[in-house]
């Protein structure tokens, strides 16, 4: 057809698979949003607050852990979480808590890979993991 350039099948399905690989993770977002967690496990270990939870909501992340909130925007990439830039009040905690808090944190730095599992959220860095059960009021 005259002002049409063909496009090899090759690159068309490379295009398509793009096209649709970029899908996967905005399903991700969509079944997040204005969503609450509460922390099952952070590194294998049950929060040492009642109220470690996490809040994804218009577009903007808040996770309770110990003492401090942590919160910024966030997405999902590639089934990765994007948290950040990322801000977090500083109040004295316990020894404890402070550890868990500085976990998520660095946790959450290192954009995560993350599952999806009923109620059930995993995240996964090379050096933290959390488990969430989803827990909206």
Do not use: Y
């Not at 496009?7 to 079944?31: N, T, V």
């Not at 577009?59 to 942590?70: A, P």
């Not at 990439?77 to 950040?84: K, Q, V, Y």
């Amino acid at each position: 057809m005259p002002g049409l350039i063909p496009i090899p099948r090759a690159m068309a399905a490379a295009l398509l698979m793009l096209a649709l690989a970029d899908c996967a993770p905005a399903s991700h977002g969509a079944r997040l949003s204005a969503t609450r967690w509460e922390f099952a496990l952070i590194d294998g270990q049950r929060p040492f607050s009642d109220a470690a939870d996490m809040r994804f909501d218009n577009g903007q992340i808040s996770v309770l852990v110990g003492c401090n909130r942590i919160s910024g925007p966030w997405r999902i990439f590639e089934s990765r979480l994007l948290a950040g830039p990322l801000v977090q009040t500083e109040l004295a905690c316990p020894a404890p808590a402070w550890d868990q808090e500085k976990a998520v944190s660095s946790l959450l730095a290192a954009a995560p890979r993350m599952r999806l599992e009923k109620e059930r959220l995993i995240l996964q860095s090379g050096g933290h993991s959390a488990e969430l059960v989803r827990a909206d009021e």
